[in-house]
């Protein structure tokens, strides 16, 4: 797995962009959500500049790597950090109700592979 900072930056566009179609939400809010739901970012914002510095000290940057042909172990540690992904997308949003297969989904990957390289 080699990604540069674009590859970085692209993954995480695509995910805001499927967060965006699956809650029928604006990018904008999207971009704000996955930020703080998914990485743990105050703002978009952070979430590109973290990205951009080669800064990994925040665990969850390794998830903007996560796409749909991605390795086996990134799939495993979204599986490891998915109840705290869940936990903070339930505290943040109270009328839409979300699930693993949905968050699975943001990352563009069929939840039935999801579940069979997870084990």
């Known amino acids: 797995m080699l990604l540069n900072n674009e590859d970085l930056l ?9 967060l965006s179609k699956k809650l029928s939400i604006p990018l904008g809010q999207s971009q704000e ?7 743990g970012c105050d ?11 080669d800064s990994f000290e925040n665990k ?12 086996d ?6 599986n490891t950090d998915m109840n705290n992904i869940l936990s903070r997308f ?3 949003v109270e009328k839409i ?11 563009g990957i ?10």
């Open 73 to 78: 172990f990134l799939l495993k540690f979204l």
């Open 10 to 18: 692209n993954n995480v566009k695509r995910q805001a962009k499927r």
């Open 43 to 53: 703002s978009y914002g952070q979430l590109i500049s973290l990205l951009k510095s």
């Open 90 to 92: 339930n505290e943040r």
């Open 110 to 119: 069929e939840p039935t592979d999801f579940k069979s390289k997870i084990k």
């Open 33 to 39: 959500m996955l930020s703080y739901v998914v990485y």
């Open 60 to 71: 969850n940057l390794i998830l903007a790597a996560l796409h749909p042909k991605a390795e």
């Open 97 to 107: 109700k979300i699930n693993e297969n949905s968050v699975v989904e943001i990352f």
